[in-house]
């Protein structure tokens, strides 16, 4: 009899509990994309796994943009050069390894941060941004094409590499979108595309600075200012409705894409081909299993269900140049299309040692 009370006692304090958030746990709901993005060890302040017990979300999103590349010529699949034509004769730009072509020889101007140079070196060898610790990365490859890259360089600069392509002194510029498009919409004489194959992307975050609410620091980061006893110190308590408003579907505006203030809403990036597959996967394993059930069928074997490895892979890139072309375009000339967007990667720092190695020894002098 008692251990029956007791049990039943359990079970009440289960289903008072259950679906309740711990008190002041204020963890955002974010796409799989961006958790990865904003989830770092509490104690380190490292990037984590998603499963580490130690990690937690130190950010919100609040804008994305992308390196990009803007060109002189007509615009991409216009003119009288064919669907993947500049309207010269020539085949507009569609990829990392188009920026090799000898006509672009000392023409192409650069921005002066390093990543996006060696996501254009990563780019020609057809490997990501930011390359996982798996990925085979050849350091002479790569050193190679970081080289071939700086011959076809006019110049590695922050601000004259939008300058050098409006002046007509470059053919070509690598650079951040925050920079590039408003240079596009002011001028009709330049086209901006989006490798096809993939493209390096940034962020800006919401965060609280661990000295939020300290009078000594400033108190910044959100803080109550005339704060007088530690209960009332620290972040304002309406800083996670401020970052669930920020995320909502009517901030998103899809129509100014890039444009919007210096970068998109995070709501306008897909996720990665991987984990759009391994959504379908899942899909196709419910329905197979509910179909299975349906015809009470206690066989395990008859389940059908495909290994994760021979279909979680994402197509490879197309090798016809019209389909890269479109893939290429801008969609409204203001946001890269999905294909391209599931194929990028967020500028992160090197996976392991190896290719930290890898990176400075391609990028050296």
Not at 250 to 273: F, I, K, M, V, Y
């Amino acid at each position: 009899m008692e251990k029956r009370r007791e049990k039943e006692k359990k079970s009440k304090l289960t289903k008072k509990n259950f679906g309740k958030k711990k008190k002041n746990s204020h963890q955002l709901d974010l796409p799989l994309r961006w958790r990865s993005l904003c989830f770092r060890d509490a104690s380190t302040g490292r990037r984590a796994a998603l499963d580490d017990p130690n990690g937690a979300i130190f950010a919100a999103p609040f804008r994305w943009g992308c390196t990009l590349v803007a060109f002189r010529g007509g615009r991409l699949g216009s003119g009288g050069g064919g669907e993947s034509g500049n309207g010269n004769g020539e085949e507009a730009l569609c990829d990392w390894s188009d920026l090799l072509s000898p006509s672009l020889r000392g023409r192409i101007a650069f921005s002066d941060s390093p990543r996006d140079l060696l996501t254009a070196a990563l780019g020609c060898l057809g490997l990501p941004p930011s390359p996982g610790p798996g990925t085979e990365v050849d350091p002479r490859a790569l050193r190679g094409a970081v080289l071939a890259l700086r011959g076809q360089a006019l110049a590695f600069d922050g601000r004259d590499h939008v300058r050098a392509l409006a002046a007509g002194d470059a053919l070509a510029a690598v650079g951040s979108s925050a920079d590039l498009l408003p240079l596009a919409l002011r001028s009709g004489a330049v086209s901006v595309m989006s490798p096809a194959s993939g493209t390096a992307l940034w962020a800006d975050l919401w965060c609280v600075p661990a000295f939020a609410g300290n009078s000594g620091r400033g108190g910044g980061g959100g803080a109550r200012s005339g704060a007088s006893s530690p209960s009332s110190s620290g972040p304002s308590p309406l800083l996670p409705a401020w970052f669930e408003l920020a995320l909502t579907d009517s901030r998103a505006e899809p129509g100014r894409g890039l444009r919007g203030g210096g970068g998109a809403s995070p709501l306008l990036l897909p996720p990665t081909l991987e984990e759009e597959m391994a959504v379908r996967e899942e899909e196709e394993r419910k329905k197979r299993w509910w179909q299975v059930w349906k015809r009470r069928s206690r066989s395990s074997s008859g389940l059908g269900f495909s290994s994760p490895s021979s279909h979680s892979r994402p197509p490879p890139v197309s090798s016809n140049r019209a389909e890269r072309s479109r893939a290429a375009l801008l969609v409204g000339g203001s946001l890269p299309s999905r294909e391209v967007l599931s194929r990028s990667d967020f500028c992160v720092p090197a996976a392991d040692e190896r290719l930290e190695r890898a990176f400075r020894e391609a990028l050296r002098p």
